[in-house]
């Protein structure tokens, strides 16, 4: 018997998971919305927003869960990557938790737990599996043989993928969080409208500064012989950007899925929620003999579920942690 309560504080969310036995009986997050004045996530103001979220969803967590604090088991958390100042709330807060109830830590890689979320739900990758994690941070091609053992062999040079949608949509004035609405403007525009250039980038790695400066130079062309360019074609512009990035993502994940012979593949990160992505993946997959496994919307975006499947999995494993853990804003994948 294992119940296991998870926190998720990385980046802009606040969320608090239950884990009952394997299977995921709560499922909190606490989005914050102050950050679409700026443009962009304010660090200090997600930290604060944190310390006023945290309690509450804690609590719902346990309601939503029908379990009261005396039946947890251990208390898991994000221990890293992400901002500093909310990783600092959420681990701060795990600690004084289970100290208080006498429960042991379970520390948890934000990167490793997204890939962990396929074992939330059936049906469940088959070890080894290839998985392609993207975010707004991070753009990875990741070898997993074990819920432990994880290499990455292949991932982005400089910037990630969710970072070119997230800068593309700014260039097209889009608010922020401006991923989501290039796909929803995407779904009505034509892919090949406009082409861009694809990196040329050796092995299985990844480029998309240099996808990000052709887009910016495109759009500043096309405006000085019509201003009204952007809105006048924001559709096909959306769907041509995103069947760009969709391109080269799936572009190496064959090449890696033909390098290693696996046919099990996954994807998962804040960019897998990506109905272009989705939709190209399973294409490929019938083309490629895949068996390929997507998460459920609400566990691509961060989310505590995650934490704590990863963290069910490492109480089985006896892997604790103690009270002198310190959150890491870079962590060893």
């Given amino acids: 018997m294992s119940v296991i309560l998870a926190i998720e504080s990385s980046c802009d969310e606040t969320s608090v ?3 009952n036995n394997g299977k995921i009986t709560a499922n909190v997050i606490a989005n914050q919305t102050i950050h679409e004045n700026y443009g962009g996530v304010i660090p ?3 930290s604060r927003v944190h310390q006023q979220n945290i309690v509450p969803v804690i609590q719902q967590a346990l309601t939503d869960a029908k379990v009261s ?6 208390v898991a958390f994000t221990r890293g990557p992400g901002l500093l100042g909310s990783l600092l709330v959420g681990v701060s807060f795990a600690k004084s938790f289970a100290l208080a109830l006498d429960l042991p830590l379970i520390a948890v890689n934000h990167m490793h737990a997204h890939i962990l979320a396929h074992f939330i739900d059936d049906p469940k990758p088959a070890f080894p599996f290839l998985c392609l994690t993207v975010s707004g941070g991070h753009t990875q091609i990741v070898l997993i043989r074990s819920y432990f053992d ?3 062999v ?3 040079l400089d910037d990630a993928a969710g970072e070119a949608f997230d800068k593309t949509a700014k260039i097209l004035n889009l608010p922020y969080p401006g991923g989501p609405l290039i796909d929803k403007h995407a779904k009505e525009g034509n892919p090949l409208a406009f082409k861009f250039p694809e990196p040329q980038i050796k092995d299985l790695n990844y480029s998309f500064s240099g996808l990000k400066t052709a887009i910016l130079y495109f759009i500043r062309a096309q405006e000085k012989e019509n201003p009204d360019f952007i809105a006048g074609n924001l559709n096909d512009i959306c769907a041509s950007v ?3 990035i969709v391109d080269i993502l799936l572009n190496k994940l064959k090449k890696a899925a ?6 099990e593949i996954a994807i998962a990160g804040g960019v897998s929620a990506n109905s272009g992505l989705r939709h190209a993946l399973q294409k490929m997959a019938g083309q490629q003999g895949w068996n390929v496994y997507i998460p459920a919307f609400q566990y691509c975006t961060d989310n505590a579920a995650m934490i704590a499947i990863a963290g069910y999995h490492k109480y089985l494993n006896g892997d604790f942690v103690g009270q002198d853990v310190a959150p890491l804003s870079r962590m060893e994948f």
């Fill in 69 to 74: 604090k005396k039946e947890l088991s251990a």
């Fill in 242 to 244: 995103q069947h760009s």
């Fill in 44 to 46: 200090e103001l997600a």
């Fill in 154 to 156: 292949g991932e982005t």
């Fill in 258 to 263: 033909q390098q290693y012979g696996i046919k």
């Fill in 150 to 152: 994880m290499e990455i």
């Fill in 17 to 19: 998971a239950i884990c």
